[in-house]
């Protein structure tokens, strides 16, 4: 079984903001706050305003595009594994689970005494059924490209034994993904729209792009979670409304903070800001196919040209860190910390050019808000600073409306959001292999795609990590993505919310699970 290191770390409000006081061994909280987090205890109902949510929202799994449904749906689900709070990869539906010698074949033995909401106890049955939903020609899921590797699901006893086409050391890792919980089968199929789920809370009602109320079941197998008696979900689009909803004491958490005003929250009582590092990270992208672009020493130049420290400053308050260009975080496995930094400097961006043939440089940079909160503020601190260098960049502003199908992988340099995923692996495959449809770069570098295939099936830790940080070096310096800052997961909770003393980093919301793991103190 794999187990990563600490992937996420808390701050109380006044005590850090991120930058780079978040390191591998994690934040300790202040001893107030430690004991309080080691009484938890059941009772109340916890109020949760995120903005997420639409009224095209569904109970269907494969469909789960919204932050609001891909935590209602882990509040009533449950999955064959879980990433905790501390970034190790634990069992849930499957107590355990071991490989074959090539990471080709995985069997999962199913956890005895779990079961539905509906009384049913889970089976390998359900779980085959589960996950064949998300397979198959006739699949529409969103989580079908990260399944298709599976040939062949079949049961063994009180075990799942799933096949690969090849083999993937991070298998156990994407049987944790929001798509995937284990719902209950009949027939050897599932009900996709099916309200019944192993998970720690009874869906009650949901209104999608509205509400959602939840209630503990009260046979759930695992002792010391899902602590509030009731969860009820708000979807808050306006974020001076969520903000006045938690300082009035309206909701307990909001999520995510406006940055802009975050300001006014670190000094209202009773309110705590949480920021999380994770894999969250904002790009500008360049189509490697079209020039300019297409000249890796103008991609370098820049890449030299941007200020990155003063977007982490003005455009994310602080509440982040630095990127290098390549998608992987400083709290993740495999981060690679010997590849040296990209930083501001107009001569060496200079030098690029001219390695390029070019003493200046023209080009248009999309961006709109609808591809990360404060993009179009950061393409103009952008074109600022590239003057320096030579780099006339022109901003251009594009609606929000319909900014992902008419701009992202249609304009030749725009600006992205991506979520981040739990695995180098699993980040790589989906965004910067060679012809997968979400490669925005349209990047396609020969060595990067065979070390790619070499590490997904090697086992040995220590030549995995050689692979992955060569991968890195490849993306940072010759990839077509310029990746100026990882942006924290920021979250206001009442001082009444407790929580463990770390906070997994792989989703907001510690990990999308804080309906489940935090408590009222």
Not at 384 to 410: C, F, H, L
Request: with cysteine; proline share 5%.
């Amino acid at each position: 079984m794999y187990k990563s290191p600490r992937t996420g770390d808390i701050s109380r409000r006044g005590l850090l903001k991120g930058a780079t006081a978040l390191g591998a061994a994690g934040l300790i909280l202040p001893a107030s706050v430690r004991r309080a987090a080691a009484e938890p205890k059941r009772g109340g109902v916890m109020r949760l305003a995120l903005a997420a949510g639409s009224t095209t929202d569904s109970n269907d799994p494969g469909s789960w595009d919204s932050q609001f449904v891909q935590i209602l749906g882990t509040a009533r689900c449950g999955y064959l594994t879980e990433i905790a709070n501390d970034g190790s990869l634990i069992g849930e539906v499957a107590e355990s689970w071991e490989a074959s010698a090539d990471a080709a074949t995985w069997t999962f033995k199913i956890r005895d005494g779990v079961t539905f909401h509906s009384g049913k106890t889970v089976t390998p049955d359900d779980v085959i059924a589960s996950i064949n939903y998300h397979r198959g020609d006739d699949s529409k899921s969103a989580a079908k490209p990260i399944v298709a590797a599976i040939t062949e699901i079949k049961a063994d006893g009180n075990a799942a034994v799933f096949t690969l086409d090849a083999g993937n050391a991070d298998f156990p890792y994407i049987m944790s993904d929001y798509h995937l919980p284990i719902l209950p089968s009949k027939d050897g199929k599932i009900d996709p729209t099916t309200t019944d789920g192993c998970g720690g809370y009874v869906l009650d009602s949901f209104e999608p792009g509205v509400r959602a109320k939840l209630t503990r079941y009260p046979d759930y197998w695992k002792p010391n979670r899902a602590w509030f008696d009731g969860v009820e979900m708000l979807a808050v689009h306006d974020s001076a409304a969520r903000q006045n909803a938690l300082i009035t004491g309206e909701v307990d958490v909001i999520d995510p903070v406006d940055l802009n005003t975050v300001h006014l929250l670190e000094r209202a009582p009773g309110i705590n800001i949480m920021s999380v590092a994770g894999s969250q990270h904002y790009t500008f992208a360049m189509d490697t196919r079209a020039d300019p672009f297409k000249d890796n020493n103008v991609r370098l130049a820049l890449k030299y040209a941007i200020d990155r420290q003063e977007m982490v400053d003005k455009v994310l308050q602080g509440y982040g860190t630095v990127g290098n260009d390549y998608p992987i975080g400083i709290n993740q496995r495999y981060f690679n910390p010997d590849l040296e930094q990209h930083s501001y400097d107009p001569d060496k961006a200079k030098h690029y050019l001219k390695e390029a043939g070019l003493d200046s440089l023209k080009v248009q940079l999309s961006a709109a808000d609808a591809a990360f909160v404060g993009a179009v503020d950061a393409a103009v601190l952008y074109s600022e600073k590239a003057k320096a260098a030579g780099i006339d960049i022109e901003v251009v502003r594009e609606p929000n409306d319909g900014y992902w199908d008419s701009v992202w992988m249609k304009k030749p340099f725009c600006a992205v959001y991506w979520g981040g995923r739990p695995t180098a692996d699993w980040m790589y495959s989906m965004a910067y292999a060679a012809g997968v449809p979400w490669n925005d770069t349209f990047w396609d570098n020969k060595k990067f795609n065979e070390l790619l295939i070499a590490a997904r099936s090697e086992l040995d830790a220590d030549k995995r990590r050689q692979m992955y940080y060569e991968m890195d070096d490849i993306c940072a310096n010759q990839g077509g993505v310029i990746i100026p800052m990882f942006a924290n997961y920021v979250m206001g909770l009442s001082d009444k919310i407790a929580h463990d003393d770390t906070v997994a980093g792989n989703w907001t919301l510690d990990g999308f699970r804080g309906v489940e793991r935090w408590w009222f103190a």
